[in-house]
Nanobody, 127 residues
C-alpha cells in the first residue's frame, strides 16, 4: 500500500501561483508514475499532469501546458505541481495519484491507471 497526502492548496487571485505537494509513504518503492487530477464542482475528474518516477518524463493536459509544472523529489518521495498564471477555471479539488508497477498500472492520463489516491486539496482562483 502507498499513502498519499496532498498539501498547498488555497485561495489565490487570478494570475497568481500555488505549489501543491504530494508526499508518498508506505510501499513507495513500487511507484511507476504519479499524476495530478482535478475535479471542479459539477464536473468529472480530469487529468492534469503526470510524471514517470524514474527518468522524470512528464505529460500535461493542453489546458495547463505552459502554466503548470510537475516535478518530483525522489529522496523525499514527494511530487510537486507548480501552478502559475492561475485562472478562475482552474478552481477545483486537486488530487494526486500513484500507479503501482507491481499491479501493472502504467499511470497514463486515465484514472483507472492509478492505484492510490490522496484526499485532495482545494484550489480556488478568484477573478
Amino acid at each position: 500500500q502507498v499513502q498519499l497526502v496532498e498539501s498547498g492548496g488555497g485561495l489565490v487571485q487570478a494570475g497568481g501561483s500555488l505549489r501543491l505537494s504530494c508526499a508518498a509513504s508506505g510501499r513507495s518503492f513500487s511507484i511507476y508514475a504519479m499524476g495530478w487530477f482535478r475535479q471542479a464542482p459539477g464536473k468529472e475528474r480530469e487529468f492534469v499532469a503526470r510524471i514517470i518516477w524514474n527518468g522524470g518524463v512528464t505529460h500535461y493536459a493542453d489546458s495547463v501546458k505552459g502554466r503548470f509544472t510537475i516535478s518530483r523529489d525522489n529522496a523525499e518521495n514527494t511530487v510537486y505541481l507548480q501552478t502559475n498564471i492561475l485562472k478562475p477555471e482552474d478552481t477545483a479539488v486537486y488530487y494526486c495519484a500513484a500507479a503501482d508497477l507491481k499491479l501493472g498500472s502504467r499511470g497514463t492520463t486515465e484514472e483507472d491507471e492509478y492505484d492510490y489516491w490522496g484526499q485532495g486539496t482545494q484550489v480556488t482562483v478568484s477573478s
